[in-house]
């Protein structure tokens, strides 16, 4: 019966490895490969270079304590967002906050090691993610504050542009626990 049995498993293995279809496997992976001639949009893809110039330019503004030119490139309706839950909303109160802070808080500000990535969003993935430009950008930051300590972190931002190209979205991604503490709160 064993023989048997195994005669029969025999037959059936065989069976299936002589099949009637021809196709070779380079045929059959063509077959699966994407048709080169249709051309989807991805869901992202790199944005222009020069929105890393700008990025940079932006940065520079602000370091020299230019907050004016640094604002000029934010629309008016624009949202300031950091990661522990505080916003600003409005470029006025978002030029309140940053010009008091920059004259009345921080000493001296340096910006250093930065890496920089331009993104175009054409399809948003879920969250809060809209399509367009998002600048992407990491960078050490070496502050004095007025209260005469110093301190040295990376921030990462995140930048979104509206149609006219200007800033309508920051999300900035820091730990203000040891800012604070250097401030005295």
Wanted: hydrophobic share 35%; net charge neutral; aromatic share 12%.
């Amino acid at each position: 019966m064993k023989k048997l049995l195994i005669l029969a498993a025999g037959c059936m293995f065989l069976f299936a490895c002589n099949s009637d279809k021809t196709e070779s496997t380079d045929e059959k992976m063509a077959s699966n490969a994407p048709d080169s001639t249709k051309k989807t949009t991805p869901q992202s893809e790199f944005a222009d270079q020069k929105y890393v110039d700008w990025g940079k330019k932006q940065l520079a503004e602000f370091e020299s304590g230019n907050i004016d030119a640094w604002l000029a490139g934010y629309a008016d309706n624009a949202k300031y967002y950091w990661s522990g839950g505080d916003s600003l909303v409005g470029k006025q109160a978002i030029t309140d906050y940053w010009k008091k802070r920059r004259t009345d808080v921080i000493k001296t500000i340096k910006f250093s090691n930065d890496i920089w990535l331009p993104l175009k969003v054409n399809t948003p993935q879920k969250g809060p993610d809209a399509p367009g430009i998002w600048i992407m950008s990491w960078y050490q930051v070496n502050v004095t504050y007025n209260t005469g300590k110093s301190l040295q972190f990376w921030v990462h931002n995140d930048q979104h542009l509206d149609n006219n190209e200007k800033v309508d979205v920051v999300v900035q991604y820091i730990d203000m626990a040891p800012i604070n503490k250097a401030l005295g709160k």
